[in-house]
């Protein structure tokens, strides 16, 4: 089989490596669909024991329902690597979008789990599934979609700013269950304005991999970015008020005005869609 039988060009002018899409594709299956009830498995009920002895009361909520529908993400992403290694396989024009989804998905759903163990001094075993999904989304963009480097970078911090937003409507959850009526009416406010922010963020991640020139992708960062910007903001700076210190989850402004910048500075921006 020559080259020319196994690249084609897409949307962006660049060309597909499909013969490596598909080997990557493999492993990401092989990767997700393994590691993600492995790590379930060894973590799940453990923290919900730790979680529920350290306390406050019903803290263990959180492990209980986000583990699982993380790993859900995380083994649906599984699904959507054998589909792209078909259509890598088949040559098709949408090959590709499934292998960024998944990429995104696999990426997503391996890296608030590691935060809880961490935090309790446990091994975090999601990082069985992150590490390697990490070189597997680096090979997805590099490799197979021959995309730039600039482009990868940047859809990486768009895909970080996706993850930290929806941890910030974690982090929401935690403390209006630990924190109680009427003190927690911030966190019940931003709650779900922060799962908004994070699904529409991560459309934007996986478009800008798939043609970034298309102008509702700004539209839509813009609006998602100032809307986390808004919602995480105040879940950050409540929870640093709280507890006296810098909170962890301006992680989530923090990326997300990365990502404007990027996109809203015209010499960057052309750097990335060039």
Not at 56 to 78: H, M
Not at 152 to 178: E, Q, V, W, Y
Request: glycine letters at 8%; hydrophobic letters at 55%; aromatic letters at 16%.
């Amino acid at each position: 089989m020559t080259e020319v039988e196994t690249v084609k060009p897409n949307n962006n002018n660049r060309a597909i490596n499909y013969q490596g899409g598909l080997i990557v594709s493999l492993i990401g299956a092989l990767v997700t669909l393994t590691m993600y009830p492995y790590a379930f498995i060894k973590e799940y009920h453990p923290l919900i024991l730790i979680e529920a002895a350290k306390g406050p009361e019903g803290c263990q909520e959180n492990v209980i329902y986000f583990y699982p529908a993380f790993t859900d993400l995380g083994i649906f992403s599984g699904i959507l690597f054998l589909v792209a290694a078909y259509g890598f396989y088949k040559k098709t024009n949408w090959a590709f979008t499934f292998g960024i989804i998944a990429s995104v998905l696999a990426l997503k759903g391996s890296f608030w789990p590691m935060v809880p163990p961490m935090s309790n001094g446990l091994f975090p075993y999601y990082m069985y599934v992150f590490g390697p999904s990490m070189i597997i989304y680096f090979l997805m963009t590099y490799w197979a979609g021959r995309l730039s480097f600039s482009r990868i970078i940047f859809g990486l911090i768009a895909g970080m700013a996706m993850i930290t937003s929806f941890m910030n409507s974690i982090a929401a959850t935690n403390r209006i269950i630990a924190v109680g009526a009427p003190d927690n009416s911030l966190y019940v406010m931003t709650m779900r304005l922060n799962i908004v922010a994070g699904l529409a963020i991560g459309v934007v991640a996986v478009a800008v991999m798939i043609n970034p020139k298309k102008e509702w992708i700004k539209l839509l960062a813009l609006t998602a970015g100032l809307l986390e910007l808004f919602v995480g903001g105040t879940v950050a700076t409540a929870y640093s008020l709280e507890i006296g210190r810098i909170s962890f989850f301006y992680l989530g402004p923090f990326f997300v005005t990365l990502m404007l910048i990027g996109m809203f500075t015209p010499k960057i921006w052309k750097l990335i869609t060039d």
